[in-house]
């Protein structure tokens, strides 16, 4: 949380702070969209974890790599992190975020694990799992994720925190279990071609609501489709697909709850020729209906910047 506390405030932020149990330091935030800001370091032993409820939370990695959390989404960053920058888009950025000294925290996180096995959670082992993705790990677990949203939507907003925290334990104790692999550290890529692949994305993000294809971004970047498939991974942590279905289906969340566009012109917008197809993709992101999304979160002013 010590890089949240950074972002710059603005009117209508919302960032409230409760301690659950010794060592963990519980952070319920919503914040207009923003940046790019400077985050802070963690100290020596801590780690944390950013669930992302809605919006987008984007952080820049020192290596060149960068990383966007999306709706659904867990971030797990540790001390050895070398972040950036860091920044908010698509109206507003929602979530948890718990704070953890693993001194203080292990016998906590010993007592909630002792009814699972004879095996603690062992955190030195997942301070070795976050080393090795360099300091920092998303994770996609989509069981998970849809079991802590539908959870949410029964939970009072003040529950929602220490349930978060009772769900991160059991996330932990199954990553360290499996010894927990997101993706491979990759290979190394120059500045140029870093950059050359960043405008690829950029291109992308502003012609989303066109056809894209690797062949087509390919040629108009004179890339060969292998590595541009490869950098964009390594940078971006999803394919090239992936990322621009996401980013659509965010955006056009971001137009459902902010404007009274009908759910076709939404999906035409973001590049979705009817409502078929677009509802399904929302429905399997959001874990409900571009119609239940808008009844949800529906009538929140634009702020800020929405993509």
């Known amino acids: 949380m010590e890089y949240l506390e950074t972002c710059p405030r603005q009117p209508g932020d919302r ?19 923003g940046g790019p800001f400077a985050p ?9 974890a950013v669930f992302c409820r809605s919006g987008r939370l984007t952080l820049a990695l020192a290596a060149g790599r960068s990383i966007a959390l999306g709706p659904g989404e867990m971030l797990l960053v540790t001390c050895g992190a070398r972040l950036t920058k860091a920044g908010f888009s698509f109206g507003r950025f929602s979530g948890l975020a718990a704070g953890i000294e693993a001194e203080r925290a292990g016998e906590v996180f010993a007592h909630a694990c002792a009814v699972l096995s004879d095996a603690p959670l062992d955190l030195g082992k997942l301070r070795e799992i976050l080393q090795s993705h360099g300091g920092v790990m998303r994770l996609r677990e989509e069981d998970w994720n849809a079991g802590v949203f539908a959870a949410f939507r029964q939970l009072s907003p003040d529950r929602q925190g ?3 925290v009772y769900k991160l334990i059991e996330l932990l104790y199954l ?19 870093v950059e050359a692949v960043r405008k690829v994305q950029a291109y ?9 294809t690797i ?3 390919t040629r108009k970047f004179q890339l060969s489709p292998t590595f541009l498939k490869a950098c964009f991974r390594q940078l971006y942590g999803e394919s090239v697909h992936a990322y621009l279905q996401r980013y659509r289906l965010q955006r056009a969340a971001y137009l459902l709850a902010t404007t009274r566009d009908s759910v076709l012109t939404v999906a035409s917008k973001v590049g979705y020729a009817g409502t078929s197809r677009f509802g399904a993709a929302f429905k399997e992101l959001y874990h409900m ?4 999304y808008r009844r949800v979160y529906g009538g929140r002013r634009p702020e800020g910047n929405e993509g």
């Not at 802070?40 to 944390?48: H, I, K, T, V």
């Open 204 to 212: 992308m993000v502003a012609h989303s609501e066109e056809r894209l």
């Open 289 to 292: 209906t571009p119609a239940q």
């Open 162 to 164: 220490g349930y978060f």
């Open 215 to 217: 062949a087509g971004l």
């Open 15 to 33: 960032i409230v702070f409760s301690g659950p149990a010794p060592g963990i330091r519980l952070c319920d935030c919503d914040f207009a969209a």
């Open 40 to 48: 802070g370091r963690l100290g020596e032993g801590r780690f944390e």
């Open 175 to 193: 990553l360290c279990g499996r010894g927990g692999a997101e993706l491979p550290p990759g290979c190394y890529y120059d500045p140029y071609q």
